[in-house]
């Protein structure tokens, strides 16, 4: 059982930055983050593979969102830049244990464990 705990949301305005952060209990296949808009489907945010470090990101937030991993604390960040009104949402961490194709990293039913969510508020 993996255990996942999110941080480093709050309320911000359009153009700002926030960091979140993912503590996992232990590492897995891959790591990533997906977030949940009001009224709206959950969304794929961006993933990482835990030993090669290879991310991707979906294509709304390429340049402004970045998720990264610190391999020694089991930490997996997501720096949000130049934030906008769309971004609001509550974010999730979620662990895949098991190898994928890396494309199907994208889709939520691949993962394992999912965390509490943070929310994150980006103000006009």
């Known amino acids: 059982q993996v255990q996942l705990v999110e941080s480093g949301g709050g309320l911000v305005q359009a153009g700002g930055s926030l960091r979140l952060s993912c503590a996992a209990s232990?590492?897995?296949?891959?790591m990533a983050w997906f977030r949940q808009a009001p009224g709206k489907d959950r969304e794929f945010v961006a993933a990482?593979?835990?030993?090669?470090?290879?991310?991707v990101h979906a294509d709304s937030v390429k340049g402004r969102l970045t998720i990264s991993r610190d391999y020694a604390n089991n930490t997996v960040l997501l720096q949000m830049n130049s934030l906008k009104t769309e971004d609001t949402a509550v974010y999730y961490c979620?662990?895949?244990?098991?190898?994928?194709?890396?494309?199907?990293?994208?889709?939520?039913?691949?993962?394992?464990?999912w965390g509490q969510g943070t929310q994150v508020t980006v103000s006009s």
């Open positions: 990482i593979l835990w030993s090669a470090g290879f991310t």
């Open positions: 232990e590492r897995s296949y891959a």
């Open positions: 979620a662990a895949k244990t098991g190898s994928s194709y890396f494309s199907y990293l994208r889709y939520g039913y691949n993962y394992d464990y």
